[in-house]
């Protein structure tokens, strides 16, 4: 069997590399579905037909307050067409350009800078509209919408509150805490407060059972996301699902949670791809902008980690390709990811501490990534801070050639690697029929 060339996001663009010929490989790639042609012409039908709603320029009326949430830099999201949209709405409801608010849902993530507002919104409307960021830790932009009967403290930014017509963009794809990404969570957690960030992405609530990847029915954090957008005011959303490069599949409008649930059907049949079972070896593909640094580069092994059944046997390896120029990141939470990974001894001392006595919001990736690392090897591919991958008990290899032949030597089966291209946009299933496209 010659050798196997294949390739896999890194940054902008992609990395080669070669398999041994001796080296068989299963590739994990989301279902194949045409991308719409006509993606103008689909918002606009999407806006006209909304599911379970009155089309947005009939909810909304002159003198209305309207707050929309869109999604941040770290979100695929193409809110420079959705944002657009939905003010044209707006506009023809009569809404005044100075009462509406662009609120970015950063949660606890860093503020959006000037370019990267222009980048999600455009600069016509960026220069046009208030367009503010998410403040999670500031007691005065925020509103404490009591407790959910989960315990869970709700507190969202004023300018959703004070609002008389909450809207939201977002993406629906496989996320390892609510299910499925984009519909109420770009409010509840995006607009959200410190207190419901914490107690949401807490050891209890990541611990459960029902918290995991693809998974809504007896999930405790959809639950309470669900509640949270519901005591925020969110009556409207416009959300996508996308390729794995990007190109838009689908656009539903509507009320929240039936839009929402109109899209994670449609996404089930496009990310959840068969496999025949786990592997030694996966190498996932992150790709731009979630490998920009550290902390959201990890959500590749930690998504595929927590798919229904992990696709890593213990002891394996993921192998990750990311140039994280940004570092660990910039954000409060980012910093605080850095400082538990660097300080701790090892994984279980994170795990263990963070069971007995929490951790602040951010920190909660470190949690979720000690778990992996407990049950597997990490190697990050490519990284421009070879260091800071080490302190945080991960393995630096500079190529995938390289991160094969360590992986390969140390593991029981080094014949059969998985290939997730798309690790973030893909979820492949452990099944006993087997599956998945061989190379």
Do not use: W
């Not at 059907?265 to 593909?285: K, L, N």
């Amino acid at each position: 069997m010659p050798a196997q060339h294949l390739s896999i996001p890194y940054g902008r663009s992609a990395i080669e590399f070669e398999l041994p010929a001796s080296t068989r490989a299963t590739i994990a790639i989301s279902q194949p579905v045409p991308p719409l042609a006509d993606v103008s012409g689909a918002i606009q039908a999407a806006l006209l037909r909304p599911i379970d709603s009155p089309p947005l320029h009939q909810l909304a009326h002159a003198g209305n307050r309207v707050c929309i949430v869109f999604t941040d830099i770290t979100r695929s999201s193409p809110d420079h067409l959705l944002v657009p949209a939905l003010l044209s709405e707006l506009e023809r409801a009569g809404v005044q350009d100075a009462d509406i608010t662009l609120l970015c849902g950063t949660g606890m993530h860093r503020p959006s800078t000037r370019a990267e507002k222009i980048a999600k919104l455009g600069e016509a409307v960026a220069g046009r509209y208030r367009v503010v960021d998410n403040q999670p830790q500031d007691p005065h932009l925020l509103v404490d919408l009591g407790v959910t009967p989960g315990g869970v403290p709700v507190s969202v930014h004023r300018s959703v509150v004070e609002a008389n017509l909450v809207l939201a963009t977002g993406i629906v794809e496989p996320h390892q805490y609510a299910g499925y990404s984009g519909g109420r969570k770009t409010v509840a957690v995006g607009a959200a407060g410190e207190a419901l960030i914490a107690h949401t992405h807490g050891p209890a609530f990541l611990d459960h059972p029902g918290t995991r990847l693809g998974r809504i029915e007896g999930n405790p954090f959809h639950e309470a996301i669900t509640e949270a957008a519901r005591r925020a005011g969110l009556r409207f959303i416009l959300n996508v699902v996308l390729d794995d490069r990007a190109r838009i599949l689908r656009i539903t409008a509507g009320e929240p949670d039936a839009a929402f649930r109109d899209l994670v059907a449609f996404a089930r049949t496009v990310y959840e791809v068969p496999i025949p079972h786990a592997f030694d070896i996966v190498i996932g593909g992150a790709g731009y902008p979630k490998d920009s640094n550290l902390y959201q580069a990890t959500r590749a092994p930690s998504y595929l980690f927590s798919a229904p059944t992990p696709v890593v046997r213990p002891g394996g390896y993921f192998i990750i390709p990311a140039r994280c120029e940004e570092g660990a990141g910039t954000g409060v939470g980012e910093e605080r990811f850095l400082a538990a990974m660097r300080d701790a001894p090892n994984a279980a001392a994170i795990l263990e501490d963070a069971r007995r006595n929490g951790y602040p919001p951010g920190q909660q990736r470190a949690f979720v990534l000690a778990k992996v690392l407990e049950h597997a090897h990490v190697m990050i591919v490519g990284s421009e801070c070879p260091d800071l991958v080490e302190a945080c008990k991960m393995i630096p290899v500079e190529t995938i050639e390289q991160a094969l032949a360590m992986a390969q030597a140390d593991v029981s089966n080094p014949h059969e690697v998985l290939v997730v291209p798309h690790a973030l946009q893909t979820l492949p299933i452990v099944t006993a029929a087997g599956g998945g496209a061989a190379a």
